[in-house]
């Protein structure tokens, strides 16, 4: 199955080298480009690709106005997003993950992680650059309404748990000894008994709630 991207940049230069990087691989095709925010909005809703890489900073509207409008809560039909900057600032990344983003990279991050963090969100996971550590995963509050959360079993706890550590679903597999349809379906039972959208904020989540603690290892989130 080939995976469909627009690139959202408002730097021809960089628009081209993501487009090199992704149309490199067998499975991705760049179906549209757009130099500011507005064209964005409108080409992702026209054309539904399958994942959209977006820029913070663009005219028009920026990388968080964009998501929101494509993936943010009020939306009923939610696409992918990944933003894609040059600046770790905080703002930025809980903005983005808040407005729905399925993943925050920063440019420098390299070819294999961008392909891997499109192949990601093309799969209903999430994965953060390296860079953005866990300290912001633990800062971040998720709106829970806690009330209404239904208890999470045991084995859920523990796919909660791999998850906020920066496990992969095939890692959290070979940990728990389960396969990986299981972790699948686990994941998809903690989203609805928590009200989360995606493995970032059942992460932020684990770390708000002190389900997990300590170090931890501060790398992606998400994954296979």
Do not use: C
């Not at 906020?164 to 008994?193: C, D, M, P, W, Y």
């Amino acid at each position: 199955m080939t995976i469909r991207v627009l690139i959202a940049d408002d730097q021809a230069l960089i628009r081209s080298g993501l487009r090199l990087i992704l149309e490199d691989q067998p499975d991705i095709e760049v179906i549209a480009e757009a130099a500011d925010g507005l064209t964005a909005i409108d080409v992702a809703r026209r054309l539904r690709p399958d994942v959209s890489l977006v820029d913070v900073r663009m005219p028009g509207a920026d990388g968080v106005e964009v998501t929101r409008a494509l993936a943010g809560p009020g939306v009923a039909d939610p696409l992918r997003v990944i933003v894609v900057t040059t600046f770790d600032i905080d703002e930025y990344v809980y903005g983005a993950l808040r407005g729905g983003a399925t993943g925050f990279l920063l440019k420098d991050a390299g070819p294999a992680l961008l392909v891997e963090a499109v192949r990601a969100a093309h799969a209903g996971d999430a994965l953060i650059s390296p860079s953005v550590t866990v300290r912001l995963l633990r800062r971040m509050a998720v709106p829970v309404a806690t009330g209404s959360a239904k208890p999470l079993t045991d084995r859920e706890t523990d796919v909660v748990r791999s998850i906020a550590r920066g496990r992969t679903n095939l890692e959290v597999a070979s940990e728990l000894f389960i396969s990986l349809s299981t972790v699948k379906g686990h994941v998809s039972g903690i989203q609805t008994k928590l009200g989360l959208r995606n493995r970032v904020e059942i992460a932020a989540w684990a770390w708000e709630n002190g389900v997990v603690t300590g170090p931890g290892g501060g790398r992606e989130v998400g994954g296979g």
